[in-house]
């Protein structure tokens, strides 16, 4: 392949072989005629006919080397040139792969998200030995880890249990009153939170899977009780860094939606958000589950239960992590009745921790 300044080359090079030889044979004119004309007699002593011979020779030589050497040349050279990267291939191949691996941002300004995906699944794929159980992997990761709008850091939830202060306290229709608190750290990107509280299962679903949802439950309509109504679920309190936001609420039929506008200020930089609800629980479900919306590392979940007439509580976690969970219960003696629930470790979104009561009276 030609390209356009190996053609200027070219045409240069024979430029000038074309001067150099015409001004040769101008000096071989001017030396034969000084011979013969009395008054170029004084040119005699000067060395035209050198001159002429040796730049017309030169000429010459820049044409010939312009078709034949030149070419030879390049030949050669890009032989030497393919020698020398077989053999630095590895070592150019091993710079490489250390400058990507100990600069990963690196590959940021030369590969797409695409090429970034294919280049951790076959890293994985090696790693596990299997593609299909790389690919599975890194997909599940990717979807619930990588393309989450926000991550959480240094989460902590206390809940408190206590009778409902209407409506049976015992049999068919009785309460609990939770009180939930979560506070963490975060860099938010959705300049709105929003809460949910309804009846339709699978609306209900469909908000687990919103990015703008903070929490949703789902409420059983079946005992006449609307899930619109406040004394079902009330978001009591947001708070950005201490200072709080104010909490607009709109209700339908069977559903109820809370939702706070974090401000502009508040976005794309270091934040802790606390927020405070209360919802109604089933006492005889004998279950309360709380999960992550969000992926979150650093999670401790407190529950307290000395009004609510417990009498012990299993606890379950649904951690996907290597790290284990701590639990810590209080001593049987103590009027104090709470259980502790702590990981460091890295948590994917929707796990979560399941408490599982015994009522005194069921006893």
């Known amino acids: 392949m030609s390209y356009p300044l190996d053609q200027l080359y070219k045409t240069k090079l024979r430029l000038v072989g074309l001067v150099t030889a015409v001004i040769g044979v101008g000096f071989l004119l001017v030396s034969h005629t000084a011979e013969t004309a009395p008054e170029l007699a004084w040119l005699i002593a000067w060395p035209t006919n050198e001159l002429g011979t ?12 312009e078709y034949y050497a030149r070419k030879e040349a390049e030949e050669r050279a890009a032989a030497h040139f393919r020698i020398a990267i077989r053999q630095e291939a590895p070592a150019i191949r091993d710079a490489v792969l250390d400058s990507f691996a100990f600069a990963p941002e690196a590959l940021r300004g030369i590969a797409s998200d695409t090429t970034l995906d294919r280049i951790a699944t076959n890293a994985l794929a090696l790693r596990l030995g299997d593609q299909a159980l790389a690919q599975d992997a890194y997909t599940d990761l990717r979807d619930q880890v990588i393309a989450a709008p926000e991550h959480w850091q240094d989460v902590d939830v206390s809940v408190s249990l206590s009778p409902r202060p209407a409506g049976p306290a015992t049999g068919r229709g009785s309460m609990f009153v939770a009180t939930v608190r979560w506070q963490y750290r975060l860099r938010p990107t959705l300049a709105t939170m929003r809460f949910a509280c309804l009846s339709d299962e699978s609306e209900y679903r469909e908000l687990l899977r919103d990015p703008t949802i903070a929490s949703a439950w789902h409420f059983d309509p079946s005992g006449g009780l609307d899930p619109a109504d406040p004394e079902i679920f009330t978001l009591l309190q947001l708070a950005i860094d201490g200072k709080a936001r104010k909490i607009r609420r709109t209700v339908r039929q069977g559903a109820q939606l809370a939702s706070v506008t974090l401000g502009q200020d508040a976005v794309e930089r270091d934040v802790t958000i606390s927020y ?36 012990r509580v299993n ?38 921790v399941a408490f599982v009561w015994v009522l005194e009276d069921e006893l």
């Open 276 to 311: 405070t609800y209360r919802v109604l629980v089933q006492r005889h479900g004998h279950l309360l589950y709380l999960d992550l919306p969000r992926p979150a590392k650093g999670v401790h979940f407190q529950l307290d239960y000395a009004q609510a007439g417990i009498r």
């Open 54 to 65: 040796t730049l017309l020779s030169a000429g010459v030589i820049a044409v010939i080397f």
């Open 315 to 352: 606890v379950v976690d649904y951690f996907a992590s290597p790290d284990v969970a701590r639990l810590e219960q209080s001593p049987a003696d103590v009027p104090t009745k709470t259980v502790n629930v702590s990981i460091d470790g890295q948590v994917f979104p929707r796990a979560g």
